[in-house]
Structure formats: structure tokens, C-alpha cells
């Protein structure tokens, strides 16, 4: 599975866009309440601003213009004022413009993808070893913003025959970029992923009486005994693409006959929401197999957490493959529910039991 963050990090440090910290100070004329810090991008999540040893909150004290560094006060410190800015600066660009190329990247690498049990691919479901590959193509959507930008430069050429090449930057630019196109069309090629990957099909029967796929099952040997194992092969070729949905998708794995939790963090105040969450055999299935014990962790305005829960004798009769979702109500208004998470469930059967 792999994490954003990661993917984050390492495309940093393919541009060498490493974060730096930094500490200023100013004095207060009692007029000014613009401050031009001279660096930038700045990480305005890790900013911080002190008037006199008091912090200021954004953006009730200040606001900021990250891309350009530059802070505007909402009231100018007084005079002989202290001011303390600390926090960090990047290279070339914030997390923010970061996590825009790696989704943009993401989008493309996985485009109308769908992995074995027809989940549409996303960040989670992707396999560590097409991190690297993500990366490059992230960085790819990155050095194409810093050649549009150098594209702006023109060479100088000083009466006393001084030139300046200020287009040779852009040149270095699009030839890395072009070598990193390389490099990232090898690997791809390599692993059949990606924007490269060449697209292959099983053959595989459709019944005339139910106009369904016939199950494909692993092969075996004539002396093994094991139960045969259910194949699930992916149906990227039907002329179709993944059933569209607001919902964020979480496919979730269990192992039959052993207890599950999971912590689901939400970036508001769940307060006044009552949560819950069942497992069916397919969605609108009669079947119940398991309902979610769910406790709240904590709330606050911008942060809170819940935990989904299944007990031992739960999970015991799991299917090999189900559904679920999480959904929530409002205590005070009855005709209010929302959905905020919907997937599948895989259960791993287990080996050693009572």
C-alpha cells in the first residue's frame, strides 16, 4: 500500500526540494504591517509568528502569501514591537503543490485501472513497487512547472560582448525531463504498469443460462488435496470504466477468527454524528454477517477520530469476500445521513482452529 506522504518525500528528493527551517526577527514601526520575509515557498502549516513573545493565530492575526513570502499583519505591531517569525521554507515548491503533481500523477498511472477484485485503483491499493515509477512521474508534472517558468527567460547580451544565457536553463530542463521520461517508460515497461503497460486479457467463458463469468480457479496438482483457490482476474477490457462514486473507497482485510480494528480519522468535529457500519454479503443482501463496534477517540474542531471494531466470534464466519460501508446520522435531525466510506471486505480464511 502506499502513502502519499511517502510518495511526497521522495519527490522531493528527486528535485532536491528539501525543506529548511528558518528564524527571523523584525521590529515594529507602529505603520508597517506588511513584512517581506525574502524566502519562499513557505510551509505555512509549520509558521509561526509571535508579536512581542504573544503568538498570532491565522488568520485572525496575519495572513500569508505563501508562494511569494510575504506576511501581512491584520494590525500593525506597535512600535519598538519584537516580531519572531519561524517555520520552513522549500526550494521550489509547498506539500500542497507537491500533493497536486502526485495526484495528477496518480490519475494518470492508474488510468481506468482496476485491480483483481474490481476495486478502481487509488493511492491505497497501489503496490509498493510502483512507488518509484509514481514518484518519477510526479516529479515529471514538477520540473514541467519549472521549465514553463525558465521559458520566460531571454538571453542578455551586454554591449561589451557579455552574454548571458539565461535559455540554457530552460534546455537542462527539458532535457531532464525528457531522460526522466526514459527512465520512467523502462520501468513501466519492465513491470507492465502505468501509462506503458500493455493490456492482457483471460479468455473466459460466460454462461448462457446466468450471462456470467464461469470462475477460474487455481490450477493444482493431482495429489493436492487443498480446497481450489478462486482466481479474480481483472476486467479492464469491457468496454467500460469503473462505476463512479463520490464515496471514498477503503477496502478493508480481515483474517477469519481473529479481532479487527481500525482507526478512521476525519478532518472536522464529528460531533452530534452517530456512526455505523455493516458487512453483507453484496450491497442491499439481506444478509447481515457482522455489524462494526464503533468508538469515538476523539473530536475536535479540526480533527477527529473514531474506531471500527470486530470481535473474534464476528469474524469467525466471514465470507472470503464481502461488502461494507460507514455512514452516519445526525442525533438531532432524523432525515439527515451521509456516507463517507464504502469498499470491500476480504477475509483470509484461517488455519488453525478449535
Not at 28 to 37: E, H, K, M, P
Not at 59 to 68: K, S
Amino acid at each position: 500500500m502506499a502513502a502519499v506522504a511517502d510518495i511526497t518525500s521522495r519527490v522531493r528528493l528527486e528535485l532536491g526540494d528539501l525543506p529548511k527551517q528558518f528564524t527571523l526577527n523584525y521590529v515594529g514601526d507602529g505603520t508597517t504591517n506588511v513584512y517581506n520575509l525574502n524566502l519562499k515557498p513557505i510551509d505555512v502549516y509549520t509558521l509561526n509568528v509571535y508579536v512581542n513573545g504573544s503568538p498570532l493565530a491565522n488568520p485572525a492575526g496575519y495572513t500569508i502569501e505563501a508562494d511569494q513570502g510575504i506576511i501581512h499583519f491584520v494590525h500593525s505591531p506597535a512600535n519598538n514591537a519584537a516580531i519572531l517569525v519561524t517555520g520552513t521554507v522549500f526550494r521550489y515548491f509547498t506539500d500542497d503543490d507537491i500533493c497536486l503533481f502526485v495526484n495528477t500523477a496518480v490519475e494518470q498511472h492508474t488510468y481506468n485501472r482496476t485491480n483483481g477484485l474490481g476495486s478502481k485503483m487509488t493511492v491505497a491499493l497501489i503496490p509498493p513497487v510502483e512507488e518509484y515509477p509514481l514518484a518519477i512521474l510526479a516529479t515529471i508534472e514538477a520540473l514541467w512547472a519549472l521549465a514553463t517558468d525558465a521559458s520566460f527567460d531571454i538571453n542578455i547580451f551586454a554591449p561589451d560582448g557579455v552574454t548571458v544565457p539565461r535559455s540554457e536553463r530552460y534546455n537542462q530542463l527539458t532535457n531532464l525531463i525528457q531522460q526522466r521520461w526514459d527512465q520512467y517508460k523502462q520501468l513501466c515497461s519492465a513491470l507492465n504498469i502505468g501509462l506503458w503497460r500493455i493490456e492482457m486479457g483471460t479468455l473466459r467463458r460466460i454462461s448462457r443460462t446466468t450471462n456470467k463469468l464461469i470462475p477460474v480457479y487455481m490450477p493444482q496438482e493431482i495429489d493436492d488435496a487443498r480446497k481450489p483457490e478462486r482466481v479474480y482476474l481483472q476486467n479492464d477490457l469491457l468496454g467500460r470504466n469503473p462505476m463512479p462514486s463520490y464515496v471514498t473507497v477503503q477496502d478493508l482485510t480481515l483474517y477469519q477468527g481473529d479481532s479487527y480494528s481500525e482507526e478512521i480519522v476525519f478532518p472536522f468535529d464529528t460531533t452530534g454524528l452517530v456512526f455505523k457500519a455493516q458487512i453483507r454479503s453484496y450491497p442491499n443482501a439481506p444478509a447481515l454477517y457482522g455489524t462494526f463496534n464503533i468508538e469515538t477517540l476523539s473530536t475536535s474542531e479540526n480533527l477527529s477520530t473514531i474506531r471500527l471494531s470486530l470481535t473474534k466470534k464476528q469474524t469467525e464466519y466471514m465470507p472470503v469476500r464481502s461488502f461494507w460501508d460507514l455512514q452516519a446520522t445526525d442525533s438531532t435531525d432524523p432525515t439527515y445521513e451521509v456516507t463517507y466510506l464504502r469498499g470491500q471486505v476480504f477475509t483470509t480464511q484461517e488455519v488453525t482452529v478449535d
